[in-house]
């Protein structure tokens, strides 16, 4: 713990700040990126929001108070903004956030950086239904094999709740696989 404080200083000392940035993002970019890209599902939006992830981070770490650890707090700031980006985005074109989720998935195989084969489509489409919490827990746990004390950071939720949320995602996951 005394390592990350220490390497928060340096970001925030204006000295050491753009090594310290430097090694921020060579660090969590692509952690960020795919549990942005987990949430999106589109390359390009991903880029877009994890942009702006690092934006928020920079903009606000001197509010950083270190009662989490920074990969959390950054993943919850990585969270928010993807879900405000999905809002946003179903709102300018006028459908629901899981209308459009659905539309990302026909897109996907369309996608240079999706390789998944009908399985994967398939269970994009499942994770859709779900209800929100149930979709992000599900996909931290199963895409990013994040520990659920680290989901219970991230999204501020006891890990007892997380394991209920992953254990009602798994079974509605099946359910759809096997009838569709």
């Not at 992000?136 to 520990?147: A, S, T």
Request: aromatic content about 12%; overall charge neutral; cysteine-free.
């Amino acid at each position: 713990m005394q390592e990350e404080k220490e390497f928060i200083q340096e970001l925030l000392n204006p000295k050491t700040q753009n090594q310290a940035f430097e090694k921020l993002l060579k660090e969590y970019q692509k952690p960020l990126y795919n549990h942005i890209r987990n949430i999106v599902l589109n390359h390009d939006d991903a880029d877009d929001v994890l942009q702006n992830t690092f934006v928020k981070v920079f903009q606000y770490l001197n509010r950083f108070k270190g009662e989490s650890k920074l990969f959390s707090w950054m993943y919850r700031i990585a969270t928010n903004e993807a879900l405000t980006f999905l809002n946003q985005k179903a709102k300018k074109h006028g459908m629901s956030s899981e209308t459009l989720q659905n539309k990302a998935i026909d897109n996907l195989k369309a996608d240079v950086y999706f390789d998944g084969d009908e399985i994967q489509t398939k269970l994009q489409k499942a994770i859709v239904l779900l209800p929100e919490k149930q979709r992000l827990v599900f996909k931290m746990k199963y895409f990013e094999e994040l520990k659920y004390e680290e989901i219970s950071e991230i999204l501020g939720t006891s890990v007892g709740a997380l394991k209920a949320s992953y254990h009602h995602a798994i079974k509605k996951i099946e359910a759809f696989v096997t009838t569709n």
